[in-house]
């Protein structure tokens, strides 16, 4: 089914790993982001990238990183990850205008 | 900076009563502004959306007109069911751009 894929689902994390969240869309979309949701806070923008090899930073960027190689793919790295960094992550991608897509989620616990 | 501000929840209502969950933005230029429906355990989906001034977004019996005037886009529902309980959010994505900002979500429980 076409759509946006994210893995893994549910991830436990010690304080100081790393790991990479995956997120693949089969809709040529151009535009692809990251967000997390935290009770109460809504959805905040970490990176965000409007085609392939261009990425920014959204709201809530630090300790994350990206990159996209390709239109399909947008994976997003904790390179160390803290327990503020327990939350919930989607991904989503899109065309100007007409909205989002987004994936079901990966519930992140650092502990 | 844009933003966008929904009202605060848990709204309850019974079923088959009317819904308004209100959202008013900030914005430079003319944003498309959208509502999603997000329901648990799951991803937001797309509810409607409308990407000019009196353009009214329509889906699944909701509705919400962009009123550029009082700068506003509020939900509404003329007869809530069950099934409706989820978390609305509000969005809205600028001129030309992609990124979108969110508000922080309205969580409705309809009662049978």
């Known amino acids: 089914n076409a759509g946006v894929t994210q893995t893994p689902k549910f991830q436990v994390l010690k304080t100081g790993q790393s790991m990479t969240l995956q997120c693949a869309q089969d809709m040529n979309h151009e535009y692809m982001s990251w967000y997390r949701q935290d009770p109460g806070m809504g959805l905040r923008l970490i990176h965000y990238?409007?085609?392939?090899?261009?990425?920014d930073q959204g709201e809530v960027p630090n300790g994350y990183n990206v990159s996209r190689s390709t239109t399909e793919d947008f994976p997003l790295r904790l390179l160390s990850a803290a327990p503020s960094q327990t939350s919930v992550y989607f991904c989503?991608?899109?065309?100007?205008?007409?909205?989002?897509?987004f994936g079901s989620g990966t519930r992140l616990t650092v502990v | 900076g844009d933003s966008v501000t929904q009202m605060e929840g848990p709204v309850t209502l019974s079923e088959e009563a009317c819904l308004t969950i209100n959202c008013t933005y900030t914005a430079t230029g003319y944003p498309s502004l959208f509502w999603y429906v997000q329901y648990p355990g799951e991803g937001l989906q797309l509810l409607l959306k409308a990407t000019k001034a009196d353009d009214k977004g329509s889906n699944k019996g909701f509705e919400a007109t962009y009123r550029k005037e009082t700068t506003s886009f509020h939900l509404e529902k003329g007869s809530v069911q069950v099934s409706d309980s989820a978390v609305y959010f509000c969005?809205?994505?600028?001129?030309?751009?992609?990124?979108?900002?969110f508000g922080a979500g309205t969580r409705l429980f309809v009662k049978a």
């Open positions: 990238s409007v085609g392939a090899g261009i990425t």
């Open positions: 989503a991608s899109g065309t100007t205008g007409y909205g989002y897509t």
């Open positions: 969005a809205l994505t600028n001129t030309g751009g992609f990124k979108t900002i």
